[in-house]
């Protein structure tokens, strides 16, 4: 869409000012009629606000009249009365506009002159303003959302694509996850009830022996949630060896900002919330984490994940106490949903975790691997 601002007014636009020398109203730099003028405070020589802004920009405080330095002044007074005084066509003429408008109304008129013209959402065709929307209202090529099964399709593809069994199905479909939904959430939540009354138990147990827990620090910060890690604003970074009182091997975590910035259409954006941990941790195949002094042992309750890339991706977690596996349990993650894994497994001195299989997620822009993001883990010391 084009505009008098864009284009500058030519001297053939001009209607009705007979015995007007127009060669007094032109801009020296770009020889049209002078548009929303500005002067030069030294030689007084007006011109378009566009066109001086242009040249200062490629000749620094130089006037085009080669003055000592430009400085700018309004327009003359008799300049802007002569200017007041033409009757200049719309820009839009060629496009059929008959209306002939004072110079100082044209900016107004042609911000809202119906025979601009509009390119179709649609079929991409370009159309007069003041036929757009009776235009789009039958174009074929729009594309409509469904309000009931919010499927999109184009309007001449509705017999097609978008028939009333077509909708109903999908509004079917939608039903029966959105309920599948939400009972894997209700069942996280009989989870998360069931851990936070194995804790309440272990914390009444531990007051009545009136003893100190061997873990010490442990009893207020059993959740692990990454939030005292480091920042990392500009990579990820490896878990340290020893964290929380724990010995880990092949965990990294990274934080938020970051990974929003690098990976937008990984499952990592989904793990964070307002009041969240900044940081999450993650791994690829396989990661281990277990007690620092062999002979100790740990109760592991829960952990959160979900997959980063990959659509039914396997986890698998395996308990150990010394050399022997004594426990273990395999999960199918979510791309992006954290999900709550509640164990309980009592006296392991390791944990380690495996990932595999899945596909790549539609919205992951066709990667696909197998790392897998933790959000917590809860842990508290052997009964």
């Not at 200062?56 to 200017?83: D, I, M, S, T, W």
């Not at 069942?187 to 147990?205: G, I, P």
């Not at 938020?256 to 791994?283: D, M, Q, R, V």
């Not at 195949?285 to 039914?312: E, M, Q």
């Amino acid at each position: 869409m084009i505009s008098t601002y864009q284009m500058g007014v030519s001297t053939d636009r001009i209607r009705g000012s007979p015995g007007l020398n127009l060669d007094h109203l032109e801009c020296c730099i770009c020889h049209e009629i002078l548009w929303k003028p500005v002067a030069c405070q030294s030689c007084e020589t007006p011109f378009c606000s566009a066109c001086i802004r242009q040249w200062l920009n490629e000749y620094p405080a130089q006037c085009p009249n080669r003055c000592q330095a430009y400085n700018e002044r309004k327009c003359p007074p008799f300049v802007a009365k002569v200017l007041s005084q033409l009757k200049v066509a719309c820009v839009y003429d060629s496009n059929g506009c008959e209306e002939i408008i004072s110079y100082e109304a044209l900016d107004k008129h042609e911000v809202e002159c119906g025979f601009q013209l509009h390119r179709c959402s649609g079929c991409q065709s370009e159309i007069l303003k003041k036929d757009l929307n009776n235009h789009e209202i039958n174009c074929e090529a729009i594309e409509i959302v469904c309000p009931d099964c919010r499927i999109v399709y184009k309007r001449g593809d509705a017999t097609k694509i978008h028939t009333e069994t077509v909708c109903l199905k999908e509004q079917l479909r939608q039903l029966r996850n959105e309920s599948k939904e939400n009972k894997r959430e209700i069942h996280e939540l009989n989870l998360q009830l069931h851990e936070m009354h194995l804790l309440s138990k272990f914390d009444m147990l531990d007051l009545r022996e009136n003893k100190l827990n061997p873990i010490g620090p442990w009893i207020k910060e059993m959740k692990i949630t990454f939030d005292d890690l480091p920042l990392t604003t500009d990579e990820t970074k490896r878990m340290p060896i020893v964290y929380r009182g724990l010995k880990w091997n092949n965990m990294k975590y990274g934080y938020e900002l970051y990974l929003s910035k690098k990976h937008p259409k990984s499952g990592y954006i989904n793990c964070f919330t307002p009041g969240s941990s900044p940081n999450i941790a993650f791994f690829k195949d396989d990661v281990s984490f277990g007690v620092v002094t062999r002979n100790d042992s740990i109760t592991f309750y829960s952990l959160t994940a979900c997959a980063a890339w990959n659509d039914d991706l396997q986890l698998t977690i395996t308990g150990y106490r010394g050399s022997v596996e004594i426990n273990r349990h395999t999960v199918t993650l979510l791309f992006g949903k954290p999900q709550f894994i509640l164990l309980n497994w009592k006296d392991v001195e390791k944990i380690i975790l495996k990932s595999a299989g899945g596909t790549a997620h539609p919205d992951s822009g066709g990667l696909s691997a197998t790392h897998v993001i933790l959000t917590q883990l809860t842990i508290g010391p052997a009964d």
